[in-house]
């Protein structure tokens, strides 16, 4: 089995602004995206507001090569992290075909 | 020049306690009002979350309450306003309608300046919160109107109808104000960092609060109520009323129940009292009273009668706790919201729920509202 090493790019944070970055996230290279709603505290958890019936806090997942993790990860710390609870991380990690995620270009 | 508590307490309620017997017929109101069941079950829930009880409201049951509860007010609003309309045509709705527009564009306002120059808070929180205080709370309306019912000076039929109208206008305003006020120090903000000014989210944030679900649900089952009266036989048309009906038990009952969650919540939010300071808990408390004053006043010029006064003081003294707060963080993301959120739901809501609806009924008696 031949695994593709590949960066898991990983941002939690307020509901409000995940579907933006999700959709960045596409329009920047990535190929999909994972949303869940999440449970948890931190610094500045208690400024999450949503609306009604939604979950406060959200995780999004972009499995994608370095330069577009690079790129999401710009996007979101210059836009987001001022004024919005949200924090960020990148891990490398080994995908069963990975060829479906990078976008043919 | 009065600091700024005495100036708002003159302004709303010193005109009357100035008659001797009011003082103690507020305090009667309020005993009468404290002890039933709607605010025992806030004040319940509040207890149990400062003492760390074990009461536990699953969320898809308060999302379903909240969903009865929006279709019961816009059902029944939209049932009561057909029978109005069969009765007098528009003559009786079109002045307390014009006159809630015109409260829904000057409780954002006045919010605002006291916010902005005596509070001296920044140009985003004072807009935040101008928000919140323009829009109204639902729940607030429900918990009034069960109040006048209980009095047995119900309110007139079509302020459902005035509910819908206040929810938007003050929103819109408030954030119109803070993204045009703070428009200035992004673009300085943005030449500083050398990154493009971000665009305002303004119609974004003013489409969710159009079509969030309290305005939805509210507008959309008045509508319905509204043309099902009109169209349906009367047979037909009982089990739907005998189902939403607010002086069922259905409703009341479901009403005890959000309340109670609505303590819990609430209870957690005093911890940030602290936080927010003295200033924003007097205003969150003489606020609603100025607005409460002028809302009963105005409603009387308008024609409402007393019961009708008494909703329409609590609904525009009312702060928004469901559909402001989302709008807010998406125009004006550098307000603080726990300030904004604490305000409404830790200071405004209880006081309006134990203390200021049975005030805005003495003040719609001293107007002479009948």
Known sequence: ?105 | MLPLPATLIAAGLMPLLADGGQFARIVESLERNLLTPIPLCFLLGIICTRIHGGIKIPKELYYSIAIFLLMSIGFIGGHELADEYQAHGVSTIWKPALVTLLLGCVTPITSYVVLRYLGGMSIADSAGIAAHYGSTSAVTFAVANSFVEQTQHPADSFLPTLVTILECPGIAIALVIGAAFSARERAAKAAASGRPVKESKLGEALYEVMTGQSIMLMAGLLVIGFVSTLFMPEKGLEPFLEFFKSKGMLFRGVLCIFLLEMGLVAGEKLGDLVKVGPFLVAFGILMPLLHGFLGVYLGHLAGLNLGGCTVFGAIVSSASYIAAPPAVRLTLPEANPTLSITAALAITFPFNIAFGIPIYFEMAKWVGAQ
């Open chain 1, 1 to 105: 089995m031949q695994l593709y090493p590949l960066k898991l790019v990983t941002i939690v944070g307020e509901t409000l602004i995940m579907e933006e970055i999700a959709e960045e996230g596409i329009k920047l290279g990535a190929t999909g995206f994972t949303l869940v709603d999440v449970i948890g505290k931190g610094s500045r958890s208690a400024r999450n507001v949503s609306f009604a019936g939604e979950a406060k806090t959200r995780k999004l997942e972009f499995v994608v090569p370095a330069d577009v993790a690079v790129a999401i990860l710009t996007f979101v710390s210059h836009n987001y992290f001022e004024h919005y609870a949200c924090i960020a991380w990148l891990s490398d990690v080994a995908v069963v075909r990975g060829e479906q995620y990078v976008v043919k270009r």
